[in-house]
């Protein structure tokens, strides 16, 4: 089981804050910390701002970004750069954010989602890619830009040779694709819901309100692991999470009297 | 007078290649000892798909140098902006520069080579277009932003300049240009500035190549193959070679260019370098942001020549 704070959203977040809650996140020996761009609101940066968060922590930091608002090889292109000034901690959190379209003079269509995906994993796998879809075609080729080569590579890399990117489950036909490329899937968390099934090495995520108990989240789990990323507004709120759920999501049958004191 | 210390790419060369971590992990140190020297700030180097990882997202490194320190500014010199996405530019600025303590500075450009273009599905030929309708846009944002986002405009012609001018935008001027050039350009800013009714600011941003050393003959042999590599990497870029043009005929017209672009380099002790600088300042530019990382230097040639530049630092702004 894995335990992670937030996504914290950096709409009114300041750096003292953000410091601040991830500090409690360590100290409350959460496996990583999020934050949460809000681009319908003006709010990007979500990779940038896991890189500054990384530097005060040594955990790993994880970026919810709205995905789908621009072309994937500049999200691929943050990622792995994040990545590298992280020395390896970034995760991402991939969410279609049709409500920020208009801002972005994006696409909304599923097939603009579905091809944007298709890229973005290409691209971090490390491949040449030549992509052929309806809305992208990477590279282009262009006849006007020359020279211009048949494919093309994310350079540089991450230093990871996977990052863990999971995509928020909308529906079943795009979570088939989503695992199908290699990502994992978020869903948030209602009571009785399960934990998404694992991708490969990725467990399913599950996006937690603040007063989550351990239980629930154990009989969302079930036989599987969970990556349990827990809403905290305060760093009382934090240590009270860490508290109330370390415990018991990593050993069976934790005795309650242990952590009572 | 502000001293800049630019501008890094963090580039894997091929004469001393490095994991990419460890050129994130070093910038971030060169961003400490800059901040420790009391500069200005750092400025960041874009480009896209290149073997050597030149690096491509310049935000995200500023988020991770932002996080490392607290009074140094860091910039772009320059974001290609046509490029990109002008939302998602004007976005993450706006956060980053909340977050950094409004100490996130956009230097943007046109953007030149091909391949990159080709990569993001524009057409190179549309750059200045697509400037001309970003531009107004991403100053908005920028003026708008809390605290607001210093913005400048990358320029190597007269044309570009003009673009600038008439939005009041400041330059931030190629290293490549010499004197008679920048006036020429800066002659030109200030006639398209009066034509469009705006008024220009008082001063610019400027890049010039500068190591500070007190071994000239020693720097000049460890230097030389680094500043080869970087100008032919720039005029392989700005001057592709033709389909019936020979491999050397390319790389001896490639050769001119660097001969003439390697006399701009500003190389000596810190008086001579200062005395350099002043010349500069003399003509408007108030912030001189000062190439010392031509690729991948050896760390102790870098260190030492950032050492020296924040002597002349101390020389021209005291």
Known sequence: MRLGLGPIALEMATRTQLESLAGAAVAASFDAVWVAESRAEGVGGGLAAAAMLAQAVPIRVGAAVDAGLYHPLYLAEDIAIADLTSGGRIEGLLRHADVAASRYEAPTERAWWEEFLNVLAGALSGAHIQFDGAHLRVPARIEANQPAPERLALNPRPAQPAVPIWVESTETGLEHLARDLGFGIANHFQRGSSVPAATGRWPGMLLCPGDVQANALLVAAGESAGYFVIAAESPEEVADAGRRLAGPLRMPDLPAWITSQ | ?318
């Open chain 2, 1 to 318: 007078m502000r001293l800049g210390l630019g501008i890094f790419g963090m580039q894997s060369v091929p004469q001393r290649p490095d994991h990419h971590v460890k050129l994130y992990r070093d910038v971030l140190e060169d961003a400490l000892l800059a901040e420790s020297l009391h500069f200005d700030s750092i400025w960041l180097s874009e480009h896209h798909f290149w073997f050597d990882g030149y690096c491509p997202a310049d935000i995200a490194v500023a988020g991770a140098i932002l996080g490392r320190t607290t009074r140094l500014g860091v910039g772009t010199a320059v974001m290609l902006l046509p490029m990109h996405s002008v939302q998602k530019v004007a976005d993450d600025a706006a956060t980053m520069s909340r977050l950094g303590g409004g100490r996130l500075s956009l230097g943007v450009a046109l953007g030149y080579r091909d391949a990159e273009f080709d990569g993001f599905g524009v057409r190179r030929k549309d750059r200045g277009k697509l400037m001309d309708a970003m531009l107004p846009r991403l100053e908005e944002s920028c003026r708008a932003a809390e605290p607001r986002v210093p913005l400048y405009v990358g320029v190597a012609t007269a044309v570009a300049a003009q673009r600038a001018a008439r939005l009041g935008l400041p330059l931030f001027a190629d290293s490549t240009m010499n004197p008679a050039e920048l006036r020429g350009m800066l002659d030109a800013y200030n006639t398209a500035a009066a034509a469009a009714g705006v008024t220009p600011p008082r001063t610019h941003a400027l890049q010039r190549d500068v190591f500070v050393t007190d071994d000239r003959g020693r720097d000049w042999a460890m230097l030389l193959p680094e500043l080869r590599y970087m100008r032919r990497q720039y005029g392989g870029w700005s001057f592709p070679q033709e389909t019936d043009e020979t491999v050397p005929a390319y790389l001896q017209r490639l050769e001119l260019d660097i001969e003439a672009k390697l006399k701009n380099l500003i190389m000596g002790d810190a008086a001579h370098v200062a005395g350099r600088l002043r010349e500069f300042e003399a003509l408007g530019f108030d912030l001189i942001v000062c190439r010392s990382q031509f690729g991948n230097l050896p760390r102790e040639s870098l260190h030492r020549a950032i050492r020296g530049l924040s002597q002349v630092r101390d020389m021209v702004s005291p």
